[in-house]
């Protein structure tokens, strides 16, 4: 039977927990000795082989993993966890969240304001990390403040890796303003910053800028039309080579790199003659830009749910037009096509979400659905792990995370640790929320709801948790 804890509770409960694990005689001393924590009895999927290692132990000093062993590990008076002989992985990573959206952006534009969007981000972040996310890269909004509270201890949430506010053109995917709007006239939406509409290389170059001066890890550009949004067509090219660019010199200038929404062969092919790293959803593309992808190592942000099922199933999606319906649709047409041309040509593949609404609450979906596709467990599990966090790593000097590799479980790799109960290797819907019964990121329990006789019962607080996600 398993207890569910809150994640507010769960963090008092560690607290306690490793307070009576660690009473010192000597008050002074022990405090200057890092935190231990100490799993055993777990097979471990370390992100990389394809085989578990078996019947294995973890030691955690600290927020690095120490020691990795199928041998017992001696560590006298760290906390002990007995995983019960879960699969030990690496903390999942979401390679395109946006974690600013509910019910599509308008819903932060017209009813509410910047402080009900901060409220409702902060409840997304607890849940990525409910569900074993614990690092999540932001495909665009205005997060650049929660980023930094997060990395800073202020608020709980997985590490953010935050592009910042979207760069769009005028009449481009990210220009989510009213139809009566004016030229150089900002929406409340570009006021707040959730993004930067830009003509001419100029103020392209100077959003860019913006991003980094508060703490964006990478940039986001609009280099074509999208589903979720009302002036651009799906077939439409968006920003100049000159524009994109300038952008990326910028980027390039901060030791980092640009990723590019763009779906079909002219966008697509614009933003990597610009020097565009990662392409997100790729959906329209033909297989030769494919190859050209593959042979010039451009990254694939897969969004599979999106694309195989919401759109599949668009006409139930409440606050699409008619119009963004029936771009939904094409989307969905193309969308297997693709994957299978990118898995059959090797593309470096990472998965990203790229859900709102009630879908926020499921975000392993997206690897269950690219793997009916993929049929390869191994590939799917990477894409969200170790091949998401070297992806992660092309965001060089503005990566705030560089103690250790992330995506991994090995020697000197962050301890962002799921234990699950299953095999995920053998069953990919191991990973969903249900399972995943232990979370630590960075050496800090988050969530346990492994059996534990000897710790203290702790009872969610505050409203249920479908209160603001839906049934999960």
């Known amino acids: 039977m398993k207890t569910i804890k809150s994640i507010g509770g769960m963090l008092l409960a560690c607290s306690l927990l490793f307070a009576i694990t660690l009473a010192p005689a000597d008050e002074d001393v022990e405090k200057e000795k890092p935190r231990r924590v100490l799993l055993t009895n777990v097979h471990v999927f370390d992100g990389v082989n394809e085989d578990r290692i078996e019947n294995a132990n973890v030691l955690v000093e600290g927020n690095l993993i120490k020691s990795l062993s199928t041998k017992p590990i001696e560590a006298e008076g760290a906390y002990t966890v007995d995983g019960g002989g879960r699969t030990l992985m690496p903390g999942l990573i979401d390679m395109h969240s946006h974690l600013c959206f509910r019910n599509g952006l308008m819903e932060f534009r017209d009813p509410y304001?910047?402080?009900?969007?901060?409220a409702y981000v902060q409840k997304a972040i607890e849940d990525y990390l409910d569900q074993g996310f614990t690092t999540a890269r932001d495909a665009g909004?205005?997060?650049?403040?929660?980023?930094?509270?997060?990395?800073?201890?202020?608020?709980?949430?997985p590490r953010l890796f935050p592009s910042g506010a979207f760069i769009s053109q005028t009449g481009g995917h990210a220009d989510l303003g009213v139809f009566s709007d004016q030229p150089l006239e900002k929406d409340a939406l570009e006021r707040a910053e959730t993004m930067y509409i830009v003509d001419g290389v100029a103020e392209a170059r100077r959003a860019a800028r913006s991003n980094f001066r508060r703490g964006a890890t990478q940039i986001k550009i609009m280099a074509g039309g999208g589903v979720s949004s009302e002036f651009d067509p799906l077939h439409m090219t968006q920003?100049?080579?000159?524009?994109?660019?300038?952008?990326?010199?910028v980027a390039e200038d901060y030791g980092t790199y640009v990723m590019a929404h763009a779906y079909h062969d002219r966008s697509v092919n614009r933003a990597i003659d610009a020097g565009v790293r990662v392409i997100e959803h790729?959906?329209?593309?033909?297989?030769?830009?494919?190859?050209?992808?593959?042979?010039?190592?451009?990254?694939?942000?897969?969004?599979?749910?999106?694309?195989?099922?919401?759109?599949?199933?668009?006409?139930?999606?409440?606050f699409f037009t008619a119009d963004q319906k029936e771009?939904?649709?094409?989307?969905?047409?193309?969308?297997?096509?693709?994957?299978?041309?990118?898995?059959?040509?090797?593309?470096?593949?990472?998965?990203?979400?790229?859900?709102?609404?009630p879908d926020v609450g499921r975000q392993a979906d997206n690897l269950i659905w690219f793997n009916k596709i993929a049929?390869?467990?191994?590939?799917?599990?990477?894409?969200?792990?170790s091949t998401a966090g070297e992806v992660l790593v092309l965001s060089g000097g503005m990566n705030p995370y560089k103690d250790g590799p992330l995506g991994v479980i090995a020697e000197g790799a962050y301890a962002d640790i799921i234990l699950v109960d299953g095999n995920p290797l053998e069953d990919i819907k191991t990973v969903s929320r249900k399972n995943v019964d232990f979370v630590m990121k960075d050496g800090v329990v988050y969530k346990n709801w492994l059996p534990d006789e000897n710790a203290p019962a702790f009872q969610p607080v505050g409203p249920k948790r479908d209160a603001y996600f839906g049934n999960l």
Do not use: Y
């Open 239 to 249: 920003l100049s080579l000159e524009e994109m660019k300038a952008i990326v010199g």
């Open 141 to 157: 909004c205005n997060i650049l403040g929660i980023a930094k509270a997060v990395n800073n201890g202020v608020l709980p949430g």
């Open 327 to 357: 771009k939904g649709r094409q989307v969905n047409e193309g969308a297997a096509r693709m994957f299978k041309w990118a898995i059959k040509h090797n593309l470096k593949i990472v998965l990203g979400g790229d859900m709102f609404g």
């Open 113 to 118: 304001d910047s402080l009900v969007v901060g």
């Open 282 to 318: 790729n959906f329209l593309v033909s297989e030769d830009t494919i190859k050209r992808m593959a042979k010039e190592d451009i990254v694939l942000s897969a969004q599979a749910q999106a694309s195989l099922e919401s759109f599949g199933n668009v006409d139930e999606i409440d």
């Open 375 to 385: 049929n390869d467990n191994m590939l799917t599990l990477k894409a969200s792990t």
